[in-house]
């Protein structure tokens, strides 16, 4: 027998699932994070109220056992349990930012110098922005002789 059928009959015959098993922990993990984070402020809240995870239990009308898969942050909540999660212990647990539409524009404010001359010199404009006070942008042109 050579060493390459020796080595043949130690690997099992069944394909590995290895990479499948990489993907699907990536894919969790973005989720896991979130989740790690609410089962962190869960156990604090009950820490607070000094209640048990049995009493959450009861409150949301849920076995002990569920309650103890949040705890442990490997959870994959739904928006329904997060709220009523939240009602029932006082404190908001996700927060959704919507980013605005109708907020306050940006404005480009341009100054410039109208004593531009066509002779032999060559002016190089080299833009700067800053802040200005009432958080509109400026642009002011600096110009510089080259």
């Known amino acids: 027998m050579t060493n390459k059928e020796k080595f043949l009959n130690l690997v099992s015959k069944e ?3 290895t990479v499948e098993r990489a993907k699907a ?5 973005a ?3 979130f989740s ?3 089962a962190i402020a869960i156990l604090t809240r009950l820490h607070e109220l000094k209640w048990k995870q049995k009493d959450l239990a009861e409150k949301m009308e849920v076995s002990p056992q569920q309650v103890n898969k949040w705890v442990k942050g490997n959870e994959n909540f739904t928006l329904d349990t997060l709220a009523k999660l939240s009602q029932i ?3 908001e647990l996700i927060n959704v930012v919507v980013k605005s539409t109708t907020s306050k524009s940006e404005e480009v404010k341009v100054t410039s110098s109208d004593d531009y001359s066509f002779t032999n010199v060559n002016k190089v404009v080299k833009p700067t922005i800053t802040m200005s006070e009432d958080s509109l942008y400026e642009n002011n042109y600096n110009t510089l002789t080259a």
């Open 31 to 33: 989720y896991t994070k």
């Open 36 to 38: 790690n984070k609410i």
């Open 89 to 91: 212990l006082g404190v």
């Open 25 to 29: 922990r990536l894919a969790k993990k």
């Open 15 to 17: 394909e590995a699932k």
